[in-house]
């Protein structure tokens, strides 16, 4: 099993930054690709990046290119989330969560993804 844990979340203004960080204990941290989710109320949870195992590869969703960097620490078992130029569109709970497909192209689907952290909010003010 792998426990995540997610942290970084808060209340920021239209333009600001975030770093969202997710702690992985449990299973060999460099074993299983990673990646972040969000769900903003009465919608879907939709895909906002992925990394590889080794950090090496990473993938967006078009929304948040240029905006988002998405980067791994395998020796300190952390993967975090950098979200600058904040829109009140980006206001979700996001989600980290593993995957230990080795296909890049099912990174992107929250069905392939085998364990996930409990969320952390962040509401962007227009």
């Known amino acids: 099993q792998v426990q995540l844990v997610e942290s970084g979340g808060g209340l920021v203004q239209a333009g600001g930054s975030l770093r969202l960080s997710c702690a992985a204990s449990?299973?060999?941290?460099?074993?299983?690709?990673m990646g972040w989710f969000r769900q903003a109320p009465g919608k879907e949870r939709e895909f906002v990046a992925a990394i590889s195992r080794s950090g090496g590869d990473t993938y967006y969703a078009d929304s948040v290119k240029g905006r988002f960097t998405i980067s791994r620490d395998n020796t300190k078992n952390t993967m975090h989330l950098q979200v600058n130029s904040l829109k009140p569109e980006d206001t979700a709970v996001y989600y980290c969560?593993?995957?230990?497909?080795?296909?890049?192209?099912?990174?992107?689907?929250?069905?392939?993804?085998?364990?996930w952290g409990q969320g952390t909010q962040v509401t962007v003010s227009s």
């Open positions: 969560a593993v995957t230990f497909r080795y296909s890049s192209t099912a990174y992107y689907r929250s069905a392939n993804y085998d364990y």
């Open positions: 449990g299973r060999t941290f460099s074993s299983y690709a």
